[in-house]
């Protein structure tokens, strides 16, 4: 692929990842310190936050189409990998940078104490079944006891999470903004 087609998705993936990554640092604080009505708070932002990183991922798309000029065209497979790529580049800064929040600026065991006391105020706000307490008490202890997990793991499952988010959103943006190439067209006149 050409210069210009990485050059606009480094900056445009830049521009999604760091809005994506400062949602999920929203997130992860909310969760930290949470009960049910910041989880209320943190579904609705995810909401909103979806609706925009697909608004951006079109209107990126578009603006890149409408750089290609008529001869070349926008076509469908051009339009899918640009916005693949695009959620391929925000997914390693959401990553990275999860990392860095998380093991270094939280610290790891305080992000795993923080969900659990998120986990035990949401249950004791919730009427539980006495036969299911045990149940969740496992889910607690299972939760405290999960190893740290590496840089390699944190921004793999970033990478994974946001391609099926590209992929599916892009099979439809894709179809929106391509544009056929014209190898009749008269740009040089």
Known sequence: MEKNFWNDVASKGAILGVIMLLSHIFEQMMMVNGNV??????GIEMIVLFVVYIYLLYRFAKGYSLKQSEEEGFTYNKALGYVVSLSLFASIIVGLGS?????????FEEYVKGVMNMYANILSSVQIPSQMIGTYEQMLEQIGSQPEPSIFATISSAIWNYLFIGVLAGLIIAAKVKREPNIFSNDNE
């Open 37 to 42: 009505t910041r989880m209320g708070i943190v």
């Open 99 to 107: 990392y860095i929040y998380t093991h270094f600026i939280i610290g």
